[in-house]
Nanobody, 124 residues
């Protein structure tokens, strides 16, 4: 069974910094990408938006609003992903979900695996 375990997050004032960590365990045929989505306050889980991710080739993507402020790093061998968030703004508030897009061992259909979610609150 594939699991993603997150840590980090918390409450910070605007302009502050927070870090998120995520580690994946279990078995899969292959892994396409890992990264982070955010569920903004008042939005449903289906309305989560991509914050940043990196794929098996190392290609990195960022949501436009976080470019220059957030940094995603990770290790495809260790199956870890980190999100360093600086210069945080109130609009960054939300629940951050780590994800991994994998091909499971028992099927050839790719599926998303999600972490438990980490609360990030940016408020003065």
């Amino acid at each position: 069974q594939v699991q993603l375990v997150e840590s980090g997050g918390g409450l910070v004032q605007p302009g502050g910094s927070l870090n998120l960590s995520c580690a994946a365990s279990g078995g899969w045929q292959s892994k396409d990408s890992m990264g982070w989505y955010r569920q903004a306050p008042g939005k449903r889980r289906e309305q989560r938006q991509l914050v940043a991710d990196f794929d098996h080739s190392g290609r990195i993507r960022y949501r436009e609003s976080v470019k220059g402020r957030f940094t995603i790093t990770g290790d495809n061998v260790k199956n870890t992903v980190f999100l360093q968030m600086t210069d945080l703004r109130t609009e960054d508030t939300g629940v951050y979900y780590c994800f991994a897009l994998i091909i499971p061992t028992d099927t050839d259909v790719a599926r998303y695996i999600w972490g438990q979610g980490s609360q990030v609150v940016v408020s003065s």
